[in-house]
């Protein structure tokens, strides 16, 4: 464990932890994959172990009635089928698990506007506590946007723990390379992750999702394996300027942006081949990614590259070729790079069960450190749990 630097940490850590539990965490991202799940013990404060994970895909026609709702709000048509097939297979990879004392559900997040209707993650964890006969924590985020944040990315205060467990002595930087990127600048130097300059955390902008859409409507694949069709490709750098220019640049951090945001860019490599195409739009996350970078308050020492995005050997090229820094996979410090998300909402079920924040100005610009999500017990049944 890393002991505090002089004048930084401390500051702000609320009392001793209580004892550690193992959490489940599952999540189900923006790249419309499949339900991640994993186990972590963790008081909250701590990444004490890691434990099993196991991963559930969505078929084809599962991925469709999710996908049919995405941008819809609550009582919208189709909102209720993608619920159904969400509660579904969160049921069915979470049922496979012993000896789980919580469970941190995301849901599935169909739209996010938090300037406006705010956030929706659909999925109801009520119902998967009386299910499963676990507390569960779930809509880790709209308490985040009703104070005025962002809801996203709610990743970095994980991050901040995963920093310290790994021995990281200077700011590093994370990067989750899903449907959107999104960022996390961390001084593990400070112990707690809402202290002021422990944290800053932003979406980049697109990253899996328009090489997904592409593939899926020009040749009706779901991914570009690898990043096979991109590397045989030439990006168009007038595209890779002309998404620059998109107004989400222009913002400064703490910011977050739909999956959708972007999807004009499906349009911007209409007249490409499709292996320019790809190239383009793997370039286009990677310039996004270091026009990020250039908010960080202070150099890195390098990258960790989490998400299927770190499989695309075209995107992970394009980092190489746009930082400074090493670029590499999570898994060069020991972390698993596909279900980090996962273990991340077990680390923040504890924390809320606990009464902690799980995000703060310098993650989502939340005015103050706030704790999210609801409790849901079982009531038909006893709970296993302990919280």
Same mark, same amino acid.
């Given at each position: 464990m890393l002991k505090s630097a002089p004048g930084i940490a401390g500051a702000g850590v609320k009392g001793k932890s209580a004892a550690p539990i193992w959490a489940l965490g599952a999540m &189900?991202?923006? &790249?419309? !994959?499949?339900? /991640?799940?994993?186990?972590?013990?963790? /008081?909250?404060?701590?990444?004490? /172990? %890691?434990?099993?994970?196991? %991963?559930?895909?969505? &078929?084809?026609?599962?991925?469709?009635?999710?996908?049919?709702? #995405?941008?819809?709000?609550?009582? +919208?048509?189709?909102? !209720?089928?993608?619920?159904?097939?969400?509660?579904?297979?969160?049921?069915e990879v979470l049922s496979r698990f012993q000896g789980v004392d919580l469970v941190g559900f995301h849901g599935q997040t169909l739209a996010h506007d938090p300037r406006g209707r705010g956030t929706h993650q659909t999925g109801d964890g009520a119902l998967l506590a009386e299910a499963l006969g676990l507390p569960v924590v779930w809509d880790f985020r709209s308490a985040d946007v009703k104070l005025g944040g962002q809801g996203a990315p709610l990743v970095p205060f994980f991050h901040h723990a995963l920093a310290r467990r790994i021995g990281q002595a200077s700011p590093v930087a994370f990067l989750n390379l899903g449907g959107v990127g999104n960022l996390?600048?961390?001084?593990?130097? %400070?112990?707690?992750?809402?202290?002021?300059?422990? #944290?800053?955390? %932003?979406?980049?902008?697109?990253?899996?999702?328009?090489?997904?859409?592409?593939?899926?409507?020009?040749?009706?694949?779901?991914?570009?394996?690898?990043?096979?069709?991109? #590397?045989?490709?030439?990006?168009?750098?007038? =595209?890779?300027?002309? #998404?620059?220019?998109?107004?989400?640049?222009?913002?400064?951090?703490?910011? &977050? =942006? +739909?999956?959708?945001?972007?999807h004009v860019l499906l349009d911007m490599v209409q007249p490409l081949s499709d292996a320019d195409a790809a190239a383009t739009l793997a370039a286009c996350a990677a310039a996004a990614v270091a026009r990020g970078a250039e908010h960080f308050p202070s150099p890195i020492s390098h990258l960790l590259v989490s998400g299927g995005g770190r499989h695309n050997a075209a995107i992970m090229g394009e980092l190489a070729g746009r930082l400074a820094v090493p670029v590499v996979a999570v898994e060069t410090a020991g972390l698993n790079g596909d279900m980090l998300e996962a273990q991340a909402f077990a680390f923040l079920a504890v924390r809320v069960a606990r009464g902690l924040p799980t995000s703060a100005p310098g993650t989502t610009g939340v005015p103050a450190a706030v704790g999210g999500g609801q409790l849901s017990r079982p009531e038909t049944r006893s709970s296993m749990g302990r919280v």
């Open positions: &189900s991202g923006t &790249s419309l !994959d499949g339900v /991640d799940a994993a186990m972590v013990l963790t /008081d909250g404060h701590e990444v004490l /172990d %890691f434990g099993p994970t196991a %991963f559930r895909p969505y &078929s084809a026609a599962e991925r469709e009635v999710i996908r049919a709702a #995405l941008g819809c709000w609550p009582g +919208d048509p189709g909102v !209720d089928a993608a619920a159904e097939v969400v509660e579904a297979a969160h049921l996390t600048w961390v001084d593990p130097r %400070f112990v707690d992750p809402a202290a002021a300059g422990a #944290l800053l955390a %932003f979406d980049t902008g697109p990253a899996n999702a328009p090489i997904d859409d592409l593939l899926l409507a020009r040749r009706g694949h779901a991914l570009d394996e690898g990043g096979a069709l991109a #590397l045989t490709g030439r990006a168009d750098q007038q =595209v890779v300027e002309a #998404l620059l220019n998109h107004r989400h640049f222009a913002r400064m951090p703490p910011k &977050s =942006v +739909d999956r959708n945001a972007f």
